[in-house]
Each structure stands twice: as C-alpha cells, then as structure tokens.
Nanobody
Framework: QVQLVESGGGLVQAGGSLRLSCAASGSTFSISNVAWYRQAPEKQRELVAGISIGGRTNYADSVKGRFTISRDNAKNTLYLQMNSLKPEDTAVYYC??????????????WGQGTQVTVSS
C-alpha cells in the first residue's frame, strides 16, 4: 500500500552535515504522521525526530539543535537535515509512516534504511 525509500546516507567526518530524504509512494503521505528512527549495532531502534500532519515536530534530546525534520507534501517527501554530526550518530536511519485505519488504530510502514557513518 505504502512504500518508503530513504536516500542521502553516507560517510562523513565529525562536525559535518548530511541531508536524508524519504520518498513515499501513494496518496496518503500528506495525511500521515511521519518520522525518522535510527538503529545502531547492538542497540534498540530509537526515535530521532517526528513531524505530524499539521507540522508539529519533536526531537530526541540528543539531536535537538543539530537536526531538523521537514516535509514537502507536494513531493511526498520527508527530510532530515543533520548538522554537527557526532560519531554517536552512526546508525541506520529509517523512515516511518503511520497510516490510520477506519477500524481504529494505525498501520506502520518502514523504509529499508540508509546508513550514516560519522568518523572521529
């Protein structure tokens, strides 16, 4: 029903910047809450930043002031601008979309992830 494709990951030195993109298929993007998660080896997946249908944003404390989440509904695309990157930001970053159902609750969709590696 929904397909998410992340791009923009790569290798960067500490203090550098990257911009991640997530392209969503279908027509549900503009009426869905979307977010970025990340998962480092041997660690739990964690929420990095989220943005609601109305544009309200929230961030993990560890990235506040450094990362900015945004969305372009006309392009069905989610972005994550990452500045002042640190080695601890190294992880696979995943795009997430919540599609609400008529029967109640929601269905979660995930992209395949894009790797971000920050060197010391």
């Amino acid at each position: 029903q929904v397909q998410l494709v992340e791009s923009g990951g790569g290798l960067v030195q500490a203090g550098g910047s990257l911009r991640l993109s997530c392209a969503a298929s279908g027509s549900t993007f503009s009426i869905s809450n979307v977010a970025w998660y990340r998962q480092a080896p041997e660690k739990q997946r964690e929420l990095v930043a989220g943005i609601s249908i109305g544009g309200r944003t929230n961030y993990a404390d560890s990235v506040k002031g450094r990362f900015t989440i945004s969305r372009d509904n006309a392009k069905n695309t989610l972005y994550l601008q990452m500045n002042s990157l640190k080695p601890e930001d190294t992880a696979v970053y995943y795009c997430n979309l919540d599609r609400y159902t008529y029967s109640g609750g929601y269905i979660e969709y995930w992209g395949q992830g894009t790797q971000v590696t920050v060197s010391s």
